[in-house]
């Protein structure tokens, strides 16, 4: 719940009182900003995960990927960025997910929530991938490099009702996400991997704040 502006004015005026007694040595206007005046309004989550076990799924199954290592890097890089958020706290390890790949005979034939369930996920955050473009040989000036996913979050413990699985976003659609880099980021760039790895952390950015409070400046 956010506090009024009028109160938090009142408690900010009363701090500094005290502050000014006891010698701190922060000053009125760094008091004031970690008071929240001066900062942007907090935007929040529109979706929080359940504090058990979460399943990120990165799926490539319109065979959009030329790159090995880039779903690995966009898990990485979601996982991450969900942990430093405190969006999630207990992420399935890709080793699991790889393993269940292997021994697992129609893992291809699954879906996304059973396979969760199958790895003891309580939700799945399901990020499917639908363009990749990731190369030093552009013509155009613009997004010489894309990448375009959707994201959905399932319920993997819920078997009777399948209208009950999506818990997000409300378009069955999914929510779409893309990052880019235009040909003069490009020309900075070594090769197609460290390409893709920008990429992958751009993506993390704009998924991780679905599910997590921010602020414009923190980013």
Not at 58 to 81: I, K
Not at 82 to 91: E, S, V
Request: overall charge negative; hydrophobic content about 40%; aromatic content about 8%.
């Amino acid at each position: 719940m956010s506090i009024p502006s009028s109160y938090r004015a009142i408690v900010c005026l009363a701090v500094l009182a005290v502050l000014s007694t006891t010698g701190c040595t922060y000053s009125g206007g760094e008091m004031a900003y970690m008071m929240g005046f001066g900062q942007s309004p907090l935007i929040p989550a529109e979706h929080k995960f359940k504090e058990g076990k979460l399943l990120v799924l990165v799926d490539d199954v319109h065979d959009q990927v030329d790159w090995p290592a880039a779903r690995g890097y966009l898990f990485d890089e979601v996982s991450q960025a969900l942990l430093r958020r405190k969006a999630a706290t207990k992420i399935i390890p890709q080793e699991s997910i790889d393993s269940l790949r292997l021994t697992l005979p129609d893992f291809q034939k699954r879906g996304c929530r059973e396979i969760g369930e199958l790895l003891g996920a309580d939700e799945v955050l399901w990020i499917e991938i639908h363009d990749f473009l990731a190369t030093k040989e552009f013509t155009e000036a613009d997004d010489a490099a894309l990448w375009i996913v959707t994201v959905k979050v399932l319920n993997a413990q819920e078997t009777k009702s399948p209208s009950r699985v999506r818990l997000w976003p409300r378009s069955p659609e999914g929510q779409l996400v893309s990052a880019s880099l235009a040909g003069s980021e490009i020309q900075m760039i070594s090769n197609k991997d460290t390409i893709t790895k920008e990429l992958a952390k751009k993506l993390s950015v704009t998924i991780a704040r679905f599910f997590s409070d921010y602020r414009e400046e923190d980013e």
